[in-house]
């Protein structure tokens, strides 16, 4: 039976290295690289997504990784906070497990909005692989 893995994908320093990893480990695996434009910061004109140009970079990045591994790699876009909606997908799509980068958010503002690698980790239903 072919694995699933879900990979969030935010175009950072981790979530590459989140994906590269799964390139590496799971090479048999169906992949799933998810974006997620995060509602709240695009509202206020914070993150990601808040001028609508994510996407186009997003498809292009996760392609040009996942080719140096000669390997096919599916792609969604979607909107919520990102801890919900990542665990949502997971489990709508029946993954197998979650990878995901250690930071994005550091500060007062990781204080206050919570760290979405720690907050997958403490409420999915499949294993999460939180790569450094």
Known sequence: MTRRM??????????????????????????IAIHVVDELESHYGGGSGADGDVEPDFFETVTEIAAKYDTDINTCVINGTPASAIIEFADEESVDGIIVGSAGRSGVSRMLLGSVAENVARKASVPVTIVH
């Open 6 to 31: 879900l990979i969030a994908f935010d175009g950072s320093d981790p979530s590459i290295a989140s994906l590269e990893h799964a390139l590496e480990v799971f090479p048999e695996a169906e992949l």
